[in-house]
């Protein structure tokens, strides 16, 4: 008697179980097809602004530009060709004023290069650069002297 109940029980259990995953899919997809019509309903709207845009662009384009406008012809094949005029202040320019620019900048180059200050920290530099060399110097001197001292003492 005991075996129908237990049936009967878990067949109870299972049915709610399925009726419960069912309900809970039937409303993912009802929710799914809210946000599926939602987002339908703006792109019609994002295109609908997009076309009256895009009209109000050409409108305005078709109303600024004119064919016959110079400013947009793109070559000028068949007009006169025209002596180039270049003003004698460009070429006084380019042939005084470039090399006397090189010519300042060289000398502040110079002049901050043989300043005190400069001097003073090449010359700490040059100081600290001996000073190791002779500390490896020495260094290495030990050691060589180290090693004939136990060669000698194994031979």
Same mark, same amino acid.
């Given at each position: 008697?005991? %075996?129908?109940? +237990? +049936?009967? *029980?878990?067949?109870?259990?299972?049915?709610?179980?399925?009726? *419960?995953?069912?309900?809970?899919?039937?409303? *993912?997809?009802?929710?799914?097809?809210?946000?599926?019509?939602?987002?339908?309903?703006?792109?019609?709207?994002?295109?609908?602004?997009?076309?009256?845009?895009?009209?109000?662009?050409?409108?305005?384009?078709?109303?600024?530009?004119?064919?016959?406008?110079?400013?947009?012809?793109?070559?000028?094949?068949?007009?006169?060709?025209?002596?180039?005029?270049?003003?004698?202040?460009?070429?006084? %320019?380019?042939?005084?004023?470039?090399?006397?620019?090189?010519?300042?900048?060289?000398?502040? *180059?110079?002049?901050?290069?043989?300043?005190?200050?400069?001097?003073?920290?090449?010359?700490?530099?040059?100081?600290?650069?001996?000073?190791?060399?002779?500390?490896?110097?020495?260094?290495? %001197?030990?050691?060589?002297?180290?090693? %004939?001292?136990?060669?000698?003492?194994?031979?």
């Amino acid at each position: 008697m005991e %075996t129908p109940v +237990l +049936l009967a *029980g878990a067949a109870a259990v299972l049915l709610l179980v399925v009726a *419960g995953v069912v309900a809970m899919a039937l409303r *993912g997809r009802a929710r799914s097809r809210r946000d599926l019509v939602e987002a339908r309903s703006e792109i019609a709207e994002l295109r609908a602004r997009l076309d009256a845009l895009t009209e109000q662009l050409e409108r305005q384009s078709a109303a600024m530009i004119r064919v016959d406008d110079p400013a947009y012809v793109i070559t000028d094949a068949g007009a006169p060709r025209l002596e180039p005029s270049i003003p004698d202040r460009v070429v006084l %320019t380019a042939t005084v004023g470039e090399p006397l620019l090189k010519v300042v900048a060289f000398g502040h *180059g110079l002049r901050r290069a043989l300043s005190a200050e400069s001097r003073n920290r090449i010359g700490f530099e040059v100081r600290r650069e001996v000073r190791r060399a002779r500390k490896q110097r020495r260094r290495e %001197t030990k050691d060589a002297w180290r090693r %004939t001292q136990a060669e000698g003492r194994a031979a």
